[in-house]
């Protein structure tokens, strides 16, 4: 009786020991992006120390890189200093027509988000795990993170004829507001399919409207640490 109970004992001892990592979750892979705010705002401006708010947000895609992913008009107008977490920002890709940004940061950087191999379709029911997306971002300027789940209402939408709404987008069933542009859109699995770049009213949305997944995949390569 004696040596089962020893036994039972090491095989205890052995599972508590080996037990599997936690699997990690995004959310410390997404950070707000900060833009200055102009001087003629500021109450007591000093242009040595400039202010800055919460105006984005961003996902980690490369750590070895400090590759970040955002929408291109969070960080498209130069009269505006950027930066993340105290980090000024390198734009890498600012591609207004897509509006999906790269950028660089200099001197921080946090493990990646991977990006999907296929995009989620759109929902029938449900009870379809496929079709349910969430996003994570920054809306209102609030410091603190906020994480909105739902489904995708819709693909390959073309919105208009204007440069910039003539080409596919997706639309999901996700509540949002200012500050969640460039937010990534994630499957089930914590995968990146799409980013955050518009919604339907000026408060809340109860639609957000992002990147389609074939225009995504053309920056996959970003994702490449070699």
Request: aromatic content about 12%.
């Amino acid at each position: 009786m004696k040596i089962i109970l020893v036994i039972a004992t090491l095989i205890l001892a052995t599972l508590l020991l080996f037990q599997p990592a936690p699997k990690l979750t995004p959310f410390n892979s997404i950070y707000p992006i900060e833009s200055s705010v102009p001087l003629w705002l500021q109450a007591a401006p000093d242009p040595t120390q400039p202010l800055f708010q919460v105006s984005c947000t961003a996902t980690s895609i490369n750590e070895k890189k400090h590759y970040w992913l955002t929408a291109a008009h969070c960080i498209v107008d130069p009269s505006y200093t950027y930066r993340l977490n105290g980090s000024r920002l390198q734009a890498i890709v600012l591609n207004t027509i897509d509006d999906v940004a790269i950028f660089h940061t200099y001197d921080f950087s946090v493990p990646a988000v991977p990006r999907a191999s296929y995009p989620p379709p759109r929902g029938y029911h449900l009870s379809d795990s496929r079709c349910r997306v969430s996003v994570t971002g920054y809306p209102f300027g609030w410091t603190q993170q906020t994480t909105v789940m739902g489904t995708v209402a819709a693909t390959s939408v073309i919105i208009g004829h204007m440069p910039g709404w003539d080409r596919p987008f997706t639309i999901f069933q996700l509540v949002g507001g200012p500050g969640m542009s460039g937010s990534a859109v994630l499957n089930q699995q914590q995968e990146i399919v799409s980013v955050v770049q518009f919604a339907w009213g000026m408060v809340v949305s109860p639609l957000l409207g992002g990147v389609d997944f074939k225009v995504l995949q053309q920056y996959w390569w970003f994702w490449n640490e070699e």
